[in-house]
């Protein structure tokens, strides 16, 4: 494996690392919906949606 491809996988690694890190804080915080609100928000979304 070279260098850079090296790099640059380190790099997507830690820049998912830091979202999860983000994610856990916001959870903390308590900055977040149930999956099911959102999952229905974007079920009523869809329907009101013209064709």
């Known amino acids: ?3 850079f491809h090296f790099n640059k ?3 997507a690694t830690l820049a998912l690392l ?3 890190v983000l994610g856990n804080r916001e959870i903390e915080q308590g900055k977040f ?3 099911s609100d959102v ?3 974007m079920d009523r979304d869809e ?3 013209p064709l």
């Open 9 to 11: 996988e380190h790099e």
């Open 33 to 35: 919906r149930p999956a």
């Open 39 to 41: 999952f229905a928000e």
């Open 47 to 49: 329907l009101c949606q």
């Open 18 to 20: 830091a979202l999860l």
């Open 1 to 3: 494996m070279n260098e």
